[in-house]
């Protein structure tokens, strides 16, 4: 009888001890710090709107399963470019999620960017302090250093730019925007459909000057 | 059949075990993770069901000659493979895997006619396996090595793989060549056919030595051929190897001392991916090896034959149903100037594997295997039946801690001298992937 009671004190203690261990791998995942996959940016899905919780539980349950949601809440992207991208990872391999979930991803992507992005975007130089060419403007208009760092500054979600004009003559350049701009580029959200000649010639200008490492 | 009473205590023992450990093991700044995750900034979960259990990408990574499938929108061009971004830059830590452990508690009782019961048990490191594997800078070689430092508990360094390999083509149309020493059956085909399962043991076809000593558990020496179609969007892949080796002995043990004859290997397999998960894989297996008569003496030289058929359907993501078929059919000898007749097997596995959520999965596997030595020197059709059932944890959101805790009970006779035997297996292990 009394090894009966001490085998269920036992049981007891053994099923606390591995239901703590599953409950402490839970706690412990809020603070988590990956290594490589960094998840610094911190969501409080209560002070979204209704409306935009559930796609963002939808977005934190798909996207989170391959890379951290620093990819993701990094990038500041258009709404255009963000779609692009999300058809992009619902054509990955192991991405199964469907035509309702990735709009719901799509839907929180756009909410972040007109909320949370807006606000930490930092200003915009004054002209007088800061003199920049019309195809650095437009690069920056574009976010493409929410991927792409030039000198430092920037993403690290696409390769650096820092020197690519001394990597890549003008015609690999301009061949390489081209293929952005029509959408060809499996690996790059195209360009909006609004953007001129003029500007993509400035673009090719501005990387093109990109020649110190 | 009078199933016995197992003590409760060591399952007490293993579950305070495994919940100490997770504690103590829990990383709260920093996490390591395995090559190729490093390298790419990505999650284990990213090519892994629960590790290392491969999920699509994984497998596609893997027959892509280490290139992670890129996105193929509906009518884009496919590239080629040496054209796809290689990620991070070449680095030993991006490219060696130095502990890839797993360790718990085991017990095991088992009983067997006209022997007295035994029953073992041990904290111990079940494996230590460590990888580099990766391709070589602005090329399209890739190379993969596995040193086993532990296996099975057992301390024996062994290089289970090491080879190197050429990938080509486009990401829809590629090919492989590798040469070198390879595991026989680690990750060719479907989940279903492969030796990797959620639950410590392979399913029997796989584990079991058959009276001919032979086991698919081995690593020959050979050449590896394969090709691999997918479709856009990756929701159908084709994908065929054949394999041809300069074999081992027929237990997977390195032919060491002179033999008169050669023992060679020929494995092709074909296999069919439908759908997100889903696949079919057939296997066809031969091969030739010095081996041991019935007497213990005797060498004889037969043939080894495996015809099998596998096969699981992911139900929403969320359910796995796996099976597998395999028939056995090997040239037997019982000893000298005995007449030469055959070892027939036809074995069956039904597996189970529900992934409540991400990173938690319950497994439940029957199997059950037939025997038969044809002839006069045979004893009749005799059958071994297995149950498997397990839990896996993930204990980090990368997926590189796992808990497990499975157990299994196995029963039947033997088909040589026909002797009935139990097994019964309780592990609860951690398993790290640094």
Redesign the interface.
């Known amino acids: 009888m009394q090894t009966s009671k001490l085998l269920r004190l036992l049981n007891s203690f053994a099923l606390a001890s591995f239901l703590s261990a599953f409950g402490a791998a839970s706690a412990h995942s809020q603070y988590r710090v990956f290594t490589q996959n960094r998840d610094n940016i911190k969501i409080d899905a209560s002070a979204l709107p209704a409306n935009v919780q559930s796609d963002y539980q939808v977005f934190r349950d798909k996207c989170n399963q391959c890379h951290g949601l620093d990819t993701s809440l990094k990038p500041s992207m258009s709404s255009a470019q963000w779609t692009f991208e999300v058809k992009r990872m619902q054509n990955m391999a192991s991405s199964h999620f469907n035509d309702a979930e990735a709009k719901a991803i799509l839907n929180f992507l756009n909410y972040d960017e007109a909320h949370r992005k807006s606000i930490n975007k930092p200003t915009a130089p004054s002209p007088l302090s800061r003199v920049t060419s019309p195809g650095q403007q437009f690069y920056e208009a574009q976010g493409c250093d929410s991927c792409h760092a030039i000198g430092g500054n920037g993403g690290s979600a696409g390769p650096s730019l820092s020197g690519v004009g001394k990597r890549l003559s003008r015609e690999q350049i301009a061949q390489t925007v081209q293929s952005i701009r029509a959408g060809k580029s499996s690996s790059m959200p195209p360009l909006p459909a609004a953007t001129t000649d003029q500007q993509v010639k400035d673009l090719i200008d501005y990387l093109v000057t990109l020649s110190v490492d | 059949m009078q199933r016995e009473r197992i003590s ?2 060591p ?3 293993c ?2 075990f ?6 103590l093991v ?8 395995p090559q190729f ?2 390298r790419y ?3 284990c ?3 892994h069901t629960i590790v290392p259990v491969l ?4 497998e ?1 990574f893997q027959r892509l000659g280490y290139h992670l ?5 509906p009518g ?1 061009v496919p ?1 080629k493979l040496s054209a796809l ?1 290689e990620g991070a830059d070449w680095s030993l830590t991006n490219n060696v895997a130095v502990a890839v452990a797993d360790f718990g508690y085991s017990a095991e009782r088992t009983t067997q006619e006209g022997a007295a019961p035994s029953s073992t048990s041990a904290f111990q490191v079940n494996s230590w396996n460590n990888y580099f594997a990766g391709w070589l800078p602005d090329t399209s070689f890739f190379y993969h090595a596995e040193l086993d430092i532990v296996t099975g508990g057992t301390t024996n360094p062994d290089l289970s793989n090491a080879c190197i390999g050429y990938a080509g083509g486009t990401v829809r149309n590629s090919w492989y060549i590798v040469g070198g020493r390879e595991h026989l059956q680690v990750a060719q085909g479907t989940r279903a056919s492969q030796i990797y399962s959620l639950l410590p043991n392979s399913p029997l076809l796989f584990e079991n030595s058959s009276p001919t000593n032979f086991v698919f558990d081995q690593s020959p020496v050979g050449l590896n051929v394969g090709y691999t179609w997918i479709s ?3 929701k159908r892949v084709f994908a065929a190897s054949a394999k041809v080796t300069n074999g081992d002995n027929a237990d997977g043990s390195e032919i060491l001392g002179p033999s008169a004859r050669n023992s060679k290997d020929f494995w092709a397999d074909i296999d069919f991916w439908y759908a ?2 889903s696949g079919i894989t057939f296997v066809d297996y031969y091969g030739k090896k010095d081996n041991l008569a019935g007497d213990g003496i005797t060498t004889f030289h037969p043939a080894i034959r495996r015809q099998g058929i596998f096969g699981n359907y992911m139900l929403k ?1 969320k359910v796995d149903f796996l099976g597998g078929y395999m028939h056995s059919n090997d040239d037997w000898l019982a000893a000298a100037g005995a007449p030469p007749s055959k070892f027939v097997a036809n074995d069956y596995y039904v597996a189970v594997d529900y992934y409540i959520k ?1 990173g938690l999965a319950v497994s439940g596997r029957y199997d059950e295997l037939r025997q038969e030595i044809t002839g006069a020197s045979g004893v009749g059709l005799h059958s071994t039946h297995d149950w498997t059932v397990g839990v896996n ?6 997926g590189n801690v796992i ?1 497990r805790v499975a157990y299994s009970y196995l029963s039947g006779r033997e088909p040589v001298g026909a002797v009935k035997s139990t097994d019964k297996f309780v592990q609860a292990d951690l398993s790290f992937n640094f």
């Open positions: 409760w205590i399952l007490v023992v579950f305070v495994v919940g100490i450990c997770s504690v829990l990383p709260r700044k920093s996490e390591a993770l995750a490093r900034n990505l999650k979960t990213a090519c999920n699509e990408q994984g596609l499938p890129p996105a193929l929108l884009e590239k971004p856009s969007s990756y997100p998960e993501n991400q944890r993930a204990l980090t959101p990368s808990a």
